[in-house]
């Protein structure tokens, strides 16, 4: 193809593309940034840079260094379509694909890319090591590679590991693997017409001879052997060099057998003995077995692939939720749009209507509703107004709102949550150690099975007997390939991880996921979990010679130095109240039992009957008022003052609207729940009624959490434990399956194997059903493969022959080895529409 590049007209008016005839004299120009690729109003007052007469307009002072360091990797884009030289700061045809840039000399190549852009895009050259990168199997994460190549267990080429960035391009796999197919079905095509035409009328082989026949199979089926299934007979080496025999191993040997058998017999025909021979004395090859097996097999690990890719839909979705820009205000009042990863902490950008908000941070002016249901799986919108927290990724409905950014880069709670599904789906699940043991035998015992049914028919079978032998044992072989059994965990994994994303539940690792959907006992906190986690104020009580202002001043002053919910509650309470309050020294917090320290010359202390029997403080003569305040469902916390009773400061914390329909879910799933808090028994069991919880545990420290989970484990209980604070961390370590409340610490997070986004209970109801499903679809695909393998080997075999006539041709066999993977893929994908409510 040739194309002017003169016809550039200095890179400014008109573009002309020699294959499609498109031309654009006198077109609107466009200005671009030449580095990033965004429109640029030239009147705006943007960064510019000057290069051989020309000036360059920029979209930030980033981008203009990068061109003035390197101008020449800035000046022209080579149109993926036609190959046409494009000028990058003048191209009206521009689009993005995974981050990647692509500038067009016309619409119509334009149109073309995006309707078929892997066709476009040149495979790419074989990966080299990335410094800091490791590499791993998706189906046996234990192998850990500082650079890629094959899996020594299954042959399986290595992925990266750690988050994909989305600039990777396309999978080179699936590219090698797709022009494979397309040559192999080629090839086989003929090959199968030349060789079964007579089934259908056409009389090919009659036409051109016998021998020319055979010769032309051998021409046809030689590259698909040689060059297309190189990749197979490569990993079935490493398979048996490894003594991991799997499913390559069984594809290797089946197509390497009937092809050299067919090499030798199309070669050397007189070496046969007679009994190879048919009525024409031609001795029967098998190429076409040999090749259309490699297309079959290749059709299948082209759709396996394309699934796989499909499986991380949920990462790239996520991705994708984070703006490529960012609005940032300056100093001076200006503002600029800025590539995010620009950003840094403490700027402040400005977040317009129908945006998304690009990074974590807090609103600093404006007033907005913001959609948070692509983080939370909830769709009510969100109020947002200064001081709240915005998180990135989330879309701004209909305000304006300035923010200042807190959390940038990997630290946002986008990109964790990336990190963490992207984890996931290369985790493993126990139960498939079953798989993997029964493929360590099933291999030898199909090569074996194999072996006899070649003797067998050898000896006993009808002539040419050697010919049936053959034929039986490459469908043995072919149609035992436990590809099928090696998909079923990870293939139901991965799009259960991606789908539980998109929904608030995130898994860390498969092996949460299976003990989740077998757990009988939940044990969930109070407050934040079943209730709002909002506190507020609501009884004041004091002691006798002490006001209400006094008591309230003294336990509001002491509790402006902890951070607890409830501590919060009595502040606003106080200061709502006018009630002014002094500072605090000493402050100390005595976990599980309450808070003390000095206010205004007084020691003071908070918290509950323990911590005042620790100070020795008699609070008898409250404590009838104190059971009437829980027998409320209220927290009644208790308030010293230089070592006597200062009255009782009461909270009550509302439950949550889904808390009630949430448990009957969970009770109808088959969990026990029981509510271990640290609060009074009489505010918990006042709750717990309500709600039909089976059993209360109040007054729990955090070492009793965990002794409350070791007693249940005693019992033969396998239970699942939630909770938000660093105190939950030690019983969320030690239960079964841990459950973090997204919207708690980052130790309890990192001691779960489960997290929710949004903490409350649906998220928990979400999280069961989804973990019963992918269980259910694990073992139903483990069923499809166990009975295939069952039932198709002996087939193959040839047992239905003495009775049926019916013998498995291996062409037959590859297609039904191939159809069981698809049928497995296909059954793991329904997960990802599975409604989670």
């Known amino acids: 193809m040739k194309h002017d590049h003169g016809s550039h007209d200095n890179g400014n008016k008109k573009h002309v593309c020699h294959e499609h005839g498109h031309a654009a004299p006198g077109a609107e120009v466009v200005t671009r940034d030449p580095v990033c690729g965004m429109t640029v109003d030239p009147e705006a007052g943007k960064p510019t840079a000057q290069h051989e007469g020309r000036t360059f307009h920029f979209c930030s002072e980033s981008c203009r260094e990068k061109f003035v360091k390197d101008p020449g990797s800035y000046i022209e884009a080579t149109d993926p379509v036609c190959g046409m030289k494009v000028d990058r700061a003048t191209a009206r045809h521009f689009t993005r694909r995974e981050g990647e840039a692509f500038y067009f000399c016309s619409a119509g190549c334009q149109r073309k890319f995006e309707g078929e852009p892997e066709k476009y895009l040149a495979p790419r050259p074989p990966v080299e090591a990335v410094a800091g990168v490791q590499y791993t199997c998706p189906m046996h994460p234990e192998i850990i590679r500082d650079k890629p190549g094959s899996c020594p267990i299954c042959g399986m080429a290595l992925e990266p590991m750690g988050v994909p960035t989305g600039g990777e391009g396309p999978n080179p796999e699936l590219i090698d693997f797709t022009r494979r197919l397309w040559v192999s079905a080629v090839l086989s095509i003929p090959l199968l017409l030349l060789t079964m ?31 297309a299934a190189a990749p197979f007979f490569r990993r079935g080496y490493d398979s048996i060099v490894n003594r991991s025999p799997n499913m390559w191993t069984l594809i290797a040997i089946g197509v390497g057998t009937a092809y050299v058998y067919s090499v030798i017999a199309t070669l050397f025909p ?142 946002t709670m986008l990109s964790q949550i990336v990190e963490m599904v992207a984890k996931a789906q290369r985790s493993r699940a126990p139960i498939q150690g079953l798989a993997d043991k029964v493929a360590s035998y099933f291999v030898p015992a199909v090569v074996l099975v194999a072996i006899i049914a070649f003797v067998v028919w050898a000896i006993f079978g009808p002539a040419p007997s050697m010919v049936f032998a053959i034929v039986s044992a490459v469908s043995v072989l072919i149609i035992a390939c436990p590809c099928a059994l090696g998909l079923a965990t990870p293939m139901s994994i991965m799009t259960a991880t991606g789908r539980g994303a998109q929904a608030g539940v995130l898994i860390k690792d498969a092996e949460a996921l299976e003990r989740f959907a077998r757990v009988d006992t939940l044990i969930v906190d109070k407050t934040g979990t079943l209730t709002e986690g909002k506190p507020r104020l609501t009884d004041v009580v004091p002691a006798e010679g002490i006001s209400e202002d006094v008591l309230l001043k003294l336990a509001a002053s002491l509790e402006r130095g902890s951070e607890h919910p409830l501590a919060e509650a009595i502040v606003e309470g106080a200061l709502g109240r006018g009630v002014s309050l002094t500072d ?135 239970v699942a434990m939630a909770g938000d604070g660093v105190n939950d961390a030690p019983a969320l370590a030690a239960a079964d399956v841990g459950i973090a409340m997204g919207t708690g610490a980052d130790v309890a997070v990192e001691s779960a194997g489960i997290t929710l986004v949004k903490g409350d209970l649906d998220g928990i109801v979400r999280a069961r059903l989804l973990a019963r499903a992918t269980i259910r679809n694990i073992k139903q695909n483990l069923f499809f493969a166990f009975v295939y393998n069952t039932l198709g080997v002996p087939i193959a075999a040839g047992i239905l022959y003495p009775v049926f006539g019916v013998l498995l041709s291996p062409m037959i066999a590859a297609a039904a080895m191939s159809l069981s993977s698809v049928s497995v893929i296909g059954n793991a994908l329904r997960l990802r529409s599975i409604a989670l409510r």
């Open 197 to 227: 035409g007579s089934m259908i009328g056409l009389q090919i082989r009659e036409w051109i001879g016998e021998r020319s026949a055979i010769w032309i199979e051998l021409a046809l089926a030689t590259p698909v052997v040689l060059w």
């Open 270 to 411: 007189g070496a046969f003995p007679q009994q190879f021979r048919t009525h024409g004395g031609m001795v029967p090859v098998y190429f076409e077995a040999a090749a259309v097996i490699v297309a079959l097999v290749f059709l299948g690990q082209v759709l396996e692939l394309r699934a796989r890719e499909r499986t991380g839909s949920a990462i790239r979705a996520l991705l994708d939720l984070a703006p490529k820009t960012a609005r940032r205000l300056s100093e001076d009042g200006s503002e600029a749009d800025v590539p995010l990863e620009e950003v840094q902490e403490g700027d402040r950008l400005r977040v317009r209507p129908g945006d998304s908000v690009p990074v974590d941070g807090m609103v600093l002016e404006g007033r907005s509703s913001v959609d948070e249901s692509m983080i939370t799986g909830e769709p009510v919108p969100v109020e947002k107004t200064e001081g709240d927290a915005l998180t990135g990724g989330t879309l701004n409905k209909n305000g304006s709102l300035v923010m200042r950014a807190e959390r940038v880069g990997k630290d």
């Open 584 to 718: 605090t020294s000493d402050f100390e917090a005595a976990t599980g039992k309450g808070v003390s320290g000095t206010v205004s010359g007084r020691s003071v202390a908070l918290g509950n009957a323990a911590m005042m029997a620790d100070l020795g403080v008699d609070f008898e003569a409250l404590s009838a008022r104190a059971d009437a305040l829980r027998a409320e469902g209220k927290t009644a916390m208790l308030v010293a003052a230089d070592g006597k009773p200062a009255g009782i400061i009461a909270v009550s914390d509302p439950v949550k609207e889904t808390t009630a329909e949430a448990i009957r879910t969970l009770h109808e799933s088959g969990l026990r729940i029981i509510m271990a808090t640290g609060d009074n028994a009489r505010t918990a069991q006042a709750v717990a009624s309500a709600l039909g919880i089976d059993e209360v545990r109040a007054d729990m420290l955090p070492e009793s959490k965990k002794t409350l989970i070791d007693e249940l484990h005693a019992r033969g209980a396998r």
